[in-house]
């Protein structure tokens, strides 16, 4: 898989078939663990880097999606977990949804990252929550989040759990 720019936008060649790259995630060395493409062509599981790798076609606006993932990085078989949603937001929730179901999810999103009010999702995630951002190498511009972290992020759910509510 090797990505590429044409005129500010981002394309992927996948076994020598380029494609327009929608979102795509690496963990480690530039190496991909999660694609979304459209193109002309087809992209098959044979396309694809190894043979674990999961392909999902989705019918979109201007043709076929295909969605492509490496599993150990979403099921959690893996030492990194990746969470994406839509959205940033989504994507935060998700993690946070899994990690600490009990949590009160507006009052954490608010916590986790450094700006406050109705634009805190353009500000950073805080190192204290122990979570990671990993940047979209795609065109959608939404990250993923992992658990960077696991003793920080726990400790982080904890003490926001204890504390009393600002707003109460």
Not at 43 to 48: A, S
Not at 141 to 158: D, E, K, Y
Not at 163 to 168: D, K, Q
Request: net charge positive; proline share 4%; with cysteine.
């Amino acid at each position: 898989m090797r990505p590429f720019e044409v005129d500010g936008q981002r394309y992927i060649r996948i076994n020598g078939k380029s494609f327009y790259l929608l979102r795509g995630y690496c963990i480690r060395y530039e190496k991909f663990v999660f694609v979304q493409v459209f193109g002309r062509g087809a992209l098959t599981k044979d396309d694809l880097p190894e043979k674990n790798w999961e392909l999902l076609a989705t019918k979109g606006r201007e043709g076929k999606v295909y969605t492509a993932w490496k599993p150990g990085f979403f099921d959690g078989s893996n030492e990194q977990r990746l969470f994406l949603g839509a959205t940033k937001e989504a994507s935060v929730r998700s993690l946070l949804t899994t990690v600490a179901p009990g949590i009160d999810i507006s009052r954490a999103l608010a916590a986790a990252f450094r700006a406050d009010g109705a634009e805190f999702l353009a500000g950073t995630i805080r190192h204290e929550t122990g979570i990671a951002a990993f940047d979209d190498h795609g065109n959608s511009g939404v990250p993923a989040f992992g658990i960077n972290h696991s003793h920080s992020l726990n400790t982080w759910i904890r003490e926001l759990m204890e504390a009393p509510c600002p707003t109460r």
